[in-house]
């Protein structure tokens, strides 16, 4: 887990490698100089954490990973008689998928070529896949026109987080509180559109301060279209907040807003959580809709939004409708109570899913998976920017 933040693929992780620790006792996780996962684990013994500073060694193990590292982890490690099992966490894992989407017609007339190499190689290790939703795991079969299995593993909880829920809700302030990477490829038009529906909700006059907690490349986009929109005194920009912090921030608000794992800030805080879409185009996000987590019918904690079919997905209320169903108190407390009740059946069926993503035997597979150039640079230009810009995105 070559972790950068404290976002939520690293909270998966660390809950996974507790999971595993109690099941076969030992886990050994590799973490990046940043040191996050060493930080999530530090309370079990039977975690152990390390930073190589050189390509690793690894024998008869299994190996999980997110999806992301498929073909470029024999450039990470040197694997004898492993099995490699990929977890995908989102809709775009793929640096080939994410970059295709990212330059538009351009990806498509350099990028496109390529997908039959990289249908062959998700192919060949297809029993080795596994899926947090049914739509990644349905956009990386579209993508490449291939059949996965598509039974989910499930989003990981940690139960203790929410034994207290029957407690009395906290104080509450009228703010408006997203949480999630501002980064530039689709956070930040669905971050934007927020900042326009907060600023123009009932002609401005909704209470309260729109908080945004998060850090990345589009933090200075964000704040111009706050200045232009005259909305400085409104919208505060907290960047990375530490995980107390972050409760007490959520805990006082009127509702969170998020995508991903980020909204079980809000279920563990008991506040109403919206849940919205990954736009990668602007033009699509003008379409942007809000949805109560408790009002879905599914675990899918955003879809992905990459074109103008894909808009059938886009369910929801305007947010001027979400201020006005929140006024209810009634409804607010149904809603808190909802979705408190649907993340029980969802932490209920997760551990007999998530077993399989580290259940014997081990099947080697690791001679099976190609490594592409394209992977390659992808993972070593982000690890460079990042260094370079001594910001952790």
């Not at 079990?44 to 930073?51: K, L, S, W």
């Amino acid at each position: 887990m070559r972790s950068r933040i404290h976002g939520g693929a690293e909270r998966q992780m660390a809950l996974l490698s507790e999971r595993i620790s109690k099941a076969e006792g030992r886990v050994t996780i590799i973490d990046s100089t940043n040191g996050v996962m060493r930080e999530l684990t530090k309370h079990n013994p039977a975690v152990e954490v390390v930073t190589p500073e050189k390509k690793l060694v690894i024998e008869n193990s299994l190996v999980i990973t997110q999806m992301s590292y498929a073909f470029c982890i024999n450039d990470f490690l040197t694997m004898r008689g492993c099995e490699v099992r990929l977890w995908s966490m989102s809709s775009l894992p793929l640096p080939h998928m994410y970059l295709t989407s990212r330059l538009g017609i351009l990806g498509g007339l350099f990028l496109k070529p390529l997908r039959r190499r990289y249908a062959e190689g998700l192919t060949n290790i297809r029993k080795s896949l596994f899926f947090q939703s049914l739509d990644s795991s349905n956009s990386i079969s579209g993508f490449y026109n291939i059949e996965l299995k598509s039974e989910p593993t499930l989003t990981l909880t940690d139960a203790k987080d929410y034994r207290n829920h029957e407690s009395e809700e906290k104080e509450r302030k009228s703010d408006v509180v997203w949480i999630g990477r501002l980064d530039t490829s689709s956070r930040i038009f669905a971050v934007s559109k927020l900042v326009i529906d907060f600023a123009e909700a009932r002609g401005g006059s909704h209470e309260g301060e729109l908080i945004i907690i998060g850090d990345g490349g589009a933090l200075s986009q964000l704040k111009r279209l706050v200045v232009t929109l005259n909305m400085t005194r409104r919208v505060r920009f907290l960047g990375q907040v530490k995980l107390d912090e972050l409760d007490r921030i959520v805990a006082g608000s009127e509702m969170l807003i998020a995508q991903g794992t980020s909204v079980y800030v809000g279920i563990k805080n008991k506040v109403p959580v919206l849940i919205v879409d990954f736009f990668f185009e602007r033009s699509l996000s003008n379409h942007m809709r809000y949805r109560f987590f408790a009002e879905t019918d599914d675990s899918t904690l955003g879809y992905a939004v990459t074109k103008k079919a894909d808009l059938a997905l886009v369910t929801g209320r305007s947010f001027d409708d979400v201020i006005l169903s929140l006024k209810d108190e009634e409804f607010r407390k149904k809603v808190i109570a909802d979705q408190y009740c649907k993340l029980k059946k969802i932490m209920k069926n997760e551990g007999q899913k998530i077993e399989r993503l580290y259940r014997k035997p081990i099947n080697p597979n690791d001679h099976l998976i190609p490594s592409f150039f394209l992977d390659k640079v992808f993972f070593r230009l982000r690890d460079i920017i990042i260094r370079s810009s001594k910001r952790q995105y």
